[in-house]
């Protein structure tokens, strides 16, 4: 990452993105313990607020030891943590993450995760510099796919049983969709150029 200094808490119009605190970890415990959401993102559904508490310190963790990569999507109206956004997968070396979210189930359909992921998008190629943002999507993905397709991602092709679909016991395929900065539209001077490593 930029050694440039950011404020990890940023706005939208419903939004507060900020980092994972552990008074998160109920909301965690909603999200990722829900198995509609955790479907088709290739781990378990967690089963405990012990589990939700020890998540959200991995969180802490990964922050400090990776740099700021993840943001708990909180509603400006009552602060309540409905979903997740990260980067995963930083390769400094060659400017490109994996970005992947998160939202609890009684706030689809509302414009909230494209909302959060359109800050954070502008703040990977802005504030993190990277050139190329990739989105590994299960092929059945309905909503994700959506989503990604409506943020600008182009679709690249297919990873046959790249992940596990934990819930339902089996290998899934996955579409790889990427976004490059130059697709994005905004302007930085360092836009062509491979940077710190
Ligand atoms: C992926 C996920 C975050 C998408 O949630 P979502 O609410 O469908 O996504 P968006 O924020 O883009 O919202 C789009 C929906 O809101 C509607 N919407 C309402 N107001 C809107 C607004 N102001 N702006 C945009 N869309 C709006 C859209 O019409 C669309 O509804 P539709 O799907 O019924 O057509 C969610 O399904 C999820 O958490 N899935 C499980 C986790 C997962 O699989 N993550 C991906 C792997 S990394």
Redesign the pocket.
């Given at each position: 990452m930029n050694s440039v200094t950011v404020s990890s808490v940023m706005e939208t119009d419903r939004l507060v993105l900020r980092e994972h605190t552990i008074q998160d970890a109920q909301a965690i415990l909603e999200i990722f313990g829900d198995t509609e959401?955790m479907r088709?993102?290739g781990m378990k559904p967690v089963s405990s607020l012990d589990d939700a508490i020890k998540m959200v310190n991995y969180f802490e963790r990964n922050r400090k030891e990776n740099g700021l990569n993840r943001w708990a999507v909180a509603l400006k109206k009552n602060r309540h943590v409905v979903g997740s956004i990260f980067y995963t997968n930083i390769e400094k070396p060659y400017s490109r993450a994996e970005i992947?979210?998160?939202?609890n189930r009684s706030y689809?359909?509302?414009?909230?995760?494209?909302e959060a992921a359109e800050k954070i998008i502008s703040f990977g190629f802005e504030h993190m510099s990277l050139n190329r943002i990739q989105a590994l999507?299960s092929v059945d993905?309905r909503?994700?796919i959506?989503?990604v397709k409506?943020l600008g991602f182009r679709k690249e092709g297919i990873l046959r049983e790249h992940n596990f679909n934990y819930v339902e016991n089996r290998f899934a395929d996955m579409y790889a969709f990427a976004l490059l900065v130059k697709e994005h539209g905004i302007q930085r001077e360092d836009s062509n150029t491979l940077l710190e490593r």
């Open positions: 959401v088709h993102f992947g979210f998160l939202l689809w359909g509302k414009g909230i995760m494209h999507v993905n909503r994700s959506s989503l409506r």
